[in-house]
């Protein structure tokens, strides 16, 4: 996947590394990276992800990290049917109609 | 000396070009410092609040009485009990949350002092607060998250977050699990410039004042009297000490009832836990720490001092938000929260014990959306390996099991024992202070922390530092 200059695209930069991280984080934590991301204008001619580059941000920030995605989107949603709160309603409605509070 | 080290040694230096407060100015001893005098010089007043929160689309929300589900309560109470529930309809400000007052106030004052942007640290509906005031007063924006895990997957909710963020116009910094993201948001301060738009600071905490005032004041228009009590979803401390402030402004002295979500046994600093809880806020992993210790904010004196005004702090399950989160849907017509709806389940709870011809106010609602939705939440908890069943929600336990309430009674309000949490505060006093000898403005500020008598503080040192020990 190749970006050129001028696109939208999502970079990471490691921070910390692991040994850097502070001393009071747990210890699962602590075995990680502490990692940032951060959306901007490839500033750079072209970049395939993986590689480093540079972007210039909303705020105009130019900073430097590894492309992990180009024109990222937004795709979360509502989630899947969850069958477990389907009670829910009939018990209000049935409790409100007269019936039985059970 | 490494990065960290580095900028956390200017933190003071940083925080101070960044606020404009001289926090210092108000530190009376190594204890205490002059809040009231802080909050009346450098915040602003509920009047000039009101006059611009007005200006950007920001207060006077609907206060709605949910009477489905007052008969709900009513059927549930015993005979002439069931007070009445309100909810101030706070997704109804610029931004879909209360978190508009606080940034409304934040961003003016940044424009008002000439900074050319504004930064926030928050993973909440705070950031897309922030956010929106800043375009409206054009000014730049970038928002700092804890955002995803080791794994790179993203809280569902906080996704939302930023993209709220983004379509405001701002630059989001995405962070994975850890407290290091404080160095983060120092060194964006510092090489920015920015205005440290601090959730903590007097002028957040006054914009939020307009909020308990206008509880109070729509409650009278509505009903001709007081509330009996309001409560207000718990985290950082804000929303709880602003609305109790305001509520006092408008001269009525109801109970304050904290609520938050119970997160026991999950660590909000640890990776593996990051994406187990349903809830990004209003829990008892910031209600508890941010009440025992309100300074560790990102200001060096925090303006939001929970302790100071909680009568009551009540805790509740995340299934049982989730089942009122779908109540106040079917019944109320209102698709809300869920964090939000945090209080509303105390709230429903708490009433139920009260006298019928009593009110109990809920201060708050948030916008919901993909990601927020609960239906989000359950679904991503579930695809997590949480357990989601029906039945006692008493049996939850938080990052193994979430249990939606199997009947509507079975929504209650767990009392936390305030007297423990003073004596932590003291606790938490004495580890920062262990050589500290306590002078009697010391003792008078820590009672005013604790809300409690300065002869219960003398008696809860004398206990925590043992037998002998002299306190003036």
């Known amino acids: ?102 | 000396m490494n990065k960290v080290q580095s900028i956390l040694d200017r933190k003071n230096e940083i925080l101070k070009k960044a606020i404009d407060v001289d926090f210092l100015k108000y530190k009376q001893s190594e204890i205490a410092f002059d809040y009231e005098k802080m909050m009346e010089e450098t915040g602003y007043s509920i009047e000039e609040a009101e006059v611009i929160q007005r200006s950007v689309g920001v207060g006077s929300t609907p206060m709605l009485e949910l009477k489905n589900m007052n008969r709900l309560i009513s059927q549930l109470s015993a005979p002439g009990f069931g007070a009445r529930l309100f909810l101030k309809d706070e997704a109804c400000n610029l931004s879909g949350s209360f978190k508009a007052r606080r940034a409304a106030i934040s961003v003016y004052h940044a424009k008002k002092l000439g900074y050319k942007g504004v930064i926030a640290a928050t993973s909440g509906n705070y950031g897309a607060a922030v956010a929106a005031m800043c375009a409206k007063l054009n000014l730049k924006c970038i928002i700092v998250q804890e955002c995803f895990d080791s794994q790179g997957i993203y809280q569902p909710e906080i996704i939302e977050k930023a993209r709220a963020i983004e379509a405001y116009g701002a630059e989001v910094v995405q962070c994975s699990v850890g407290p290091e993201l404080f160095v983060v948001f120092l060194d964006l301060l510092d090489t920015t410039g920015y205005f440290n738009a601090s959730l903590y600071s007097p002028y957040g905490i006054a914009g939020l004042e307009t909020l308990g005032m206008e509880c109070v004041n729509d409650i009278r228009r509505l009903t001709g009297k007081d509330p009996s009590a309001i409560v207000v979803t718990h985290a950082g401390g804000g929303n709880l000490t602003a609305s109790a402030r305001g509520a006092l402004k408008a001269g009525c002295h109801c109970t304050i009832i904290a609520a938050s979500v119970d997160l026991h046994g999950l660590h909000m600093a640890s990776d593996h836990d990051f994406n187990r809880k349903s809830f990004t806020t209003g829990h008892t992993g910031f209600g508890f720490p941010f009440a025992i210790y309100p300074d560790r904010s990102d200001v060096i004196y925090s303006a939001a001092r929970a302790l100071r005004y909680m009568d009551r702090y009540v805790l509740v399950k995340q299934g049982e938000v989730f089942y009122i989160t779908e109540a106040l849907a079917k019944l109320e017509g209102m698709e809300r929260g869920p964090a939000g709806n945090t209080s509303l389940a105390a709230a429903f709870a708490l009433a139920q014990g009260m006298k019928d011809d009593e009110i109990i106010v809920v201060q708050e609602s948030e916008y919901t959306g993909a990601g927020k939705h609960y239906n989000a939440q359950l679904s991503f908890a579930k695809n997590n390996g949480i357990e989601i069943s029906m039945g006692d929600p008493r049996c939850e336990i938080a990052g193994t099991s979430i249990v939606l309430p199997a009947y509507p009674r079975d929504i209650q309000a767990q009392e936390v024992d305030l007297n423990l949490l003073r004596l932590s505060y003291l606790r938490q006093q004495l580890k920062m202070h262990p050589n500290v000898v306590f002078v009697v403005e010391d003792l008078i500020y820590l009672a005013q922390e604790c809300n409690e008598s300065v002869e219960w503080i003398q008696k809860a040192l004398v206990e925590l530092k043992g037998a002998g020990y002299e306190t003036t």
């Open chain 1, 1 to 102: 996947m190749l970006a050129l200059k001028g696109d939208w695209i999502l970079i990471e930069q490691i921070f910390l590394t692991s040994d850097q991280r502070q001393s009071n984080v747990p210890i699962d934590t602590k075995q990680t990276d502490f990692r940032l991301r951060i959306k901007g204008f490839l500033v750079d001619e072209k970049c395939v992800v993986g590689d480093d580059c540079t972007i210039s941000t909303k705020t105009g920030r130019v900073i430097f990290g590894k492309l992990i995605d180009i024109m990222p989107n937004y795709d979360h949603s509502f989630g899947d049917y969850v069958v477990e709160t389907v009670y829910i309603e009939n018990q209000l409605r049935k409790m409100l109609s007269g019936g039985s509070n059970e």
